[in-house]
C-alpha cells in the first residue's frame, strides 16, 4: 500500500510539474527556456506559473547558429585550409615571379600591347587573392597590428589598391587627359614602377630567403648607427682640416689642391667620406713631404676611418 500510494504521490507531483511550470531546483520551467525564478522582497520565491519576461526568454535561434551561419563558417574554414595549402601558396609564388619578370619585359619592349593585357589578368588574380583573403579573415584580423603578418597584409592591400587605382584612372582617361597629359603620365609612372614591390611578397614563401632577408633588415639597424657614428667623426675632422689646412695662404704650393678639397666643412667631409670609401692618397703624394702633420693626419684617417670601418660592420 505505501508503494502504491508513493507511486501516485510521484505522478501527481510529475502532473503538478507539466501543467503547471513547477519550480524544480531554483529552476522556471518554461516553453522558451529555463531562468531562476523570481523573488520577492522578503526573499521567498514567487509562485510558479508566471510566464517569464520576453528579455529573459531564451530564442531557439540564439541557442544555435542559423543553417547560413553554418555553411559560411565551413566555407571559411575550407578557403583557408586552402590557402594555407602548399600547392596553393606555390602557385602564388609562381605568379608573382611571372609578374616580375613581365615587368621585367615590359621595361624593354614597352612598345607592345600584350603587356597590358598580362599585367591586367596578374592584377586581378592578386585581387581574387587578396578578397580571398580579407573575407576568410575579416576585417578586423587581416588589420590587427599585433598579427603575425600585418604587414605583409599592408603590402599586399598597397599594391592591389594602386594596382586598381592605375588600372581604374588609365579606364577613365586612357589619353592621358589633354592638356594634363604630362602630369598623368608621370603619375602613370609612379603607379607602374610601384607594382615591382609585388616581387618583395615573394620573400615570405621562400623561408631561406626570409631568413635572409630578416639578418639584413636587423644588420640594417646597426649600420645606421655605425653611420651616425661615422658622420660624427667626418664632422669633426672636417672641422679641424678647414681650420688647418683649408685656409691656407695663396703663395703655398699645396693652396689650389687644399683649397679645393677642404675649403668648408660640405667639401671636407665629402672628401674624407671619398676617402673612407676609396683610400687613395695618391692626389696628395707631391705634397705630404710639405705637410708632414697632414700627412699624418691621412694615414691615421684611413687606418682607422676605412679598415676600421669595414672591422666594425664586419663585427657588429
Request: charge should be neutral.
Amino acid at each position: 500500500a505505501d508503494f502504491f500510494s508513493g507511486q501516485n504521490l510521484l505522478c501527481t507531483c510529475c502532473s503538478v510539474m507539466s501543467h503547471q511550470r513547477a519550480p524544480l531546483h531554483g529552476l522556471h520551467v518554461d516553453v522558451g527556456g529555463y531562468a531562476p525564478l523570481p523573488t520577492s522582497e522578503d526573499g521567498h520565491l514567487m509562485q510558479p506559473g508566471n510566464r517569464l519576461p520576453d528579455s529573459q526568454r531564451i530564442s531557439p535561434r540564439m541557442r544555435r547558429p542559423s543553417k547560413r551561419v553554418a555553411l559560411f563558417e565551413a566555407w571559411r574554414e575550407k578557403c583557408n585550409s586552402i590557402m594555407q595549402d602548399t600547392v596553393f601558396q606555390s602557385c602564388i609564388a609562381a605568379l608573382i615571379f611571372a609578374n616580375s619578370l613581365v615587368i621585367g619585359l615590359e621595361t624593354d619592349f614597352h612598345g607592345w600591347d600584350v603587356w597590358t593585357y598580362l599585367e591586367n589578368i596578374f592584377l586581378f588574380i592578386f585581387l581574387a587573392e587578396f578578397l580571398l583573403k580579407l573575407i576568410c579573415s575579416g576585417v578586423h584580423e587581416y588589420f590587427r597590428l599585433t598579427g603575425e603578418d600585418v604587414w605583409w597584409n599592408i603590402l599586399d592591400f598597397a599594391i592591389v589598391g594602386l594596382g586598381m587605382v592605375d588600372f581604374t584612372i588609365k579606364a577613365i582617361m586612357p589619353s592621358g587627359g589633354g592638356s594634363s597629359s604630362n602630369g598623368c603620365a608621370t603619375l602613370f609612372r609612379m603607379f607602374r614602377l610601384l607594382r615591382i614591390l609585388r616581387i618583395f611578397r615573394i620573400v615570405r614563401f621562400l623561408k631561406q630567403l626570409y631568413m635572409l632577408a630578416y639578418g639584413l633588415a636587423l644588420a640594417a639597424t646597426a649600420i645606421v648607427w655605425v653611420t651616425v657614428l661615422m658622420t660624427f667623426v667626418l664632422y669633426v675632422c672636417a672641422i679641424i682640416l678647414v681650420r688647418t689646412v683649408g685656409r691656407i695662404p695663396s703663395s703655398d704650393p699645396g693652396h689650389d689642391l687644399l683649397t679645393s678639397s677642404f675649403k668648408s666643412i660640405p667639401s671636407s667631409m665629402f672628401t674624407l667620406f671619398n676617402l673612407m670609401a676609396s683610400p687613395d692618397l695618391q692626389p696628395y703624394r707631391e705634397i705630404l713631404p710639405l705637410y708632414p702633420l697632414f700627412g699624418v693626419f691621412l694615414i691615421l684617417f684611413t687606418i682607422f676611418g676605412s679598415f676600421g670601418m669595414i672591422a666594425l660592420l664586419t663585427g657588429v
